[in-house]
């Protein structure tokens, strides 16, 4: 008797568990869209990502100056860091989400994508479009 109210516990348990996951990967998803919003060119980054450290040279190196949120340095940088993941269609339990870049508030991607737009032309006028640069 008491293994049957045990397992309908565990099991209620589970769904409450699974809710509350899925309410924290949505408030991250909103928190990283709001961020992504709020300056023309958003770098999600990890301050010890080598990856991370070349994609912010590359815009710094073209006089543009972004937002740069350092993951591993917000207490709820996990949670974003998952939602960026979905974001970029990796899931919850996909490779390494960072860098990503967002310009002028849409998902531009992560550093193939960025150095894919910079060497086939395509970065300056995302970023002239966005506001960032001035050429």
Known sequence: MHYQAAAAAAEAWGYVAAAAARGATMDALERVERLAAESAVVIFSVSTCCMCHAVKRLFCGMGVSPTVVELDEDPRGKE??????????????????????????????AMDRVMAAHINGTLVPLLKEAGALWL
């Open 80 to 109: 974003m860091e998952r939602a960026l993941a979905r974001l970029l269609g990796g899931g919850a339990a996909g490779g390494a989400a960072v860098p990503v870049v967002f310009i002028g508030g849409k998902l531009v991607g």
